[in-house]
C-alpha cells in the first residue's frame, strides 16, 4: 500500500528539514541525548552552531514535528521525536521487496520497536 499523496508530501517535508547537514546533525545530537534531550545552549556548545542559526534550525525541526520541546524553568529542552523517525522508516519499508514478492506487503515494515534507553532499557 503506497503512501497517499498526503502522507508522501508530509514525509517529503520531513526528509527536507533533515537534508540540510546542520539539522541533521542535530538530529543524530539529540538521539544520543534520548529520551532526556538537551536544552539549546548544549547543543550550540557541542555543535558550535551560532545561538540565532540554531534556533532556525529547531524551530524547523519542531515544525515538522521531528523535534519536541519541553520547558522546564527558564530551559528549552529539546528532543528527537522517535515515534515520527520511526513513522517515516516505516513508511520507506512498507513495500520493501514487495515487487518481486520475496516477502509479503508490510511484512518488514515491522522493523520492531524504537530501542528503549534509559532506566527501563534491560543490559546482557
Not at 532526556?36 to 524547523?60: F, M, N, R, W, Y
Request: charged share 25%; glycine share 8%; with cysteine.
Amino acid at each position: 500500500m503506497r503512501g497517499t499523496g498526503e502522507q508522501v508530501a508530509r514525509y517529503a517535508d520531513m526528509f527536507a528539514a533533515m537534508g540540510a547537514e546542520p539539522r541533521l546533525r542535530i538530529m543524530q545530537l539529540l538521539l544520543t541525548a534520548h529520551p532526556q534531550g538537551l536544552v539549546a545552549g548544549d547543543i550550540q556548545d557541542e555543535l558550535t552552531i551560532p545561538a540565532s542559526t540554531l534556533s532556525h534550525h529547531l524551530e524547523k525541526l519542531k515544525n515538522e514535528e521531528l523535534v519536541r520541546v519541553r520547558r522546564e524553568g527558564t530551559f528549552l529542552w529539546y528532543s528527537a521525536n522517535t515515534e515520527a523517525l520511526q513513522e517515516i522508516i516505516n513508511f520507506l519499508y512498507a513495500e520493501c521487496c514487495t515487487r518481486n514478492k520475496a516477502i509479503e506487503p508490510g511484512e518488514f515494515a515491522a522493523i520492531g520497536q524504537a530501542a528503549k534507553c534509559g532506566p527501563e532499557r534491560k543490559t546482557k
